[in-house]
């Protein structure tokens, strides 16, 4: 069984930054590939960032520029980093890892960006 641990979500001011992490334990297999995905009230999940096992990454566009993810393989752990965040960032943020081809996911953290 594979357990996560999500942290790093919080409120914080419009122009403030914030590091989500996430860590995998329990039976884990070789992770592939690793993302984060956000969920606002009222709309439907979509993708934040994704990186690959040998650190490639993809960023949805709204993330771009300001959002950086990244893993640690030696501790299964993936992060991100997000600065200048916005209002419309408000979302529970997931993470989701690829283990032989399945998705496992987090419960979520909530990151609130409001004055």
């Known amino acids: 069984q594979v357990q996560f641990v999500e942290s790093g979500g919080d409120l914080v001011q419009p122009g403030g930054s914030l590091r989500l992490s996430c860590t995998a334990s329990?039976?884990?297999?070789?992770?592939?590939?690793m993302g984060w995905y956000r969920q606002a009230p009222g709309k439907q999940r979509e993708l934040v960032a994704t990186?690959?096992?040998?650190?490639?990454?993809n960023y949805a566009d709204s993330a771009k520029g300001r959002f950086t993810i990244s893993r640690d393989n030696a501790k299964n752990t993936m992060y991100l980093q997000m600065n200048s965040l916005k209002p419309e960032d408000t979302a529970v943020y997931s993470c989701?890892?690829?283990?032989?081809?399945?998705?496992?996911w987090g419960q979520g953290t909530q990151v609130t960006v409001s004055s």
């Open positions: 989701k890892m690829v283990m032989l081809g399945r998705d496992y």
């Open positions: 990186i690959s096992r040998g650190g490639s990454t």
């Open positions: 329990g039976i884990i297999f070789t992770i592939s590939a």
